[in-house]
């Protein structure tokens, strides 16, 4: 049997075009440090180096024959020279004024629910618990059917009140 304990390992230099031989630890560290390269370049579609070349691979992306150089950006300038690609992109967030006014509407519900029964806020932190409508109404110290008429009865109020809420 060989034995394999002082076995070294070859690398290819492609400015020089020769072969280099090198300890394999240091091989080993050296095909982990370019593999992660390689892989992180591949991931972002910079690199296209096939499988039968990856022992041409020496780290250097810029120079190699593999390298995908074409990246575009939104700010590129379109061909015709009229605006840029992110003038055509576009956008599903909703309008500032849209967020502002629906939180402002949330807002006079709230306060509207406070002013029709000020316990329907410790009795949605208590369901939001888990607690059981039993547990809630020995909470609050009220029976049960009664804290669940009042929230039915603050709903129908809230409901025509605030109509795109319900």
Same mark, same amino acid.
């Given at each position: 049997m060989k034995n394999n304990v002082n076995q070294s390992k070859r690398i290819y230099d492609k400015t020089t075009k020769q072969w280099y031989e090198i300890p394999e630890d240091q091989y080993r560290e050296y095909d982990r440090w370019r593999t992660a390269l390689r892989k992180r370049m591949q991931y972002r579609g910079e690199c296209f180096c096939p499988r039968s070349k @990856? @022992? %041409?691979c020496d780290g250097n992306c810029l120079d190699c024959e593999f390298h +995908? +150089?074409?990246t575009v950006s %939104? !700010?590129?300038p379109l061909p015709d020279g009229e605006g840029t690609l992110? !003038?055509?992109v576009p956008d599903d967030a909703p309008l500032i004024e849209e967020v502002l006014s629906e939180k402002a509407e949330l807002d006079q519900l709230f306060e509207r629910l406070q002013e029709l029964m000020p316990e329907a806020k410790r009795i949605g932190e208590l369901r939001e618990e888990g607690l059981s409508d039993e547990a809630i109404a020995d909470t609050i110290g009220i029976k049960r059917t009664t804290f669940l008429s009042r929230l039915k009865k603050a709903e129908g109020k809230l409901s025509q009140e605030f109509p795109d809420w319900f």
């Open positions: @990856w @022992w %041409l +995908n +150089n074409t %939104l !700010d590129d992110a !003038d055509y």
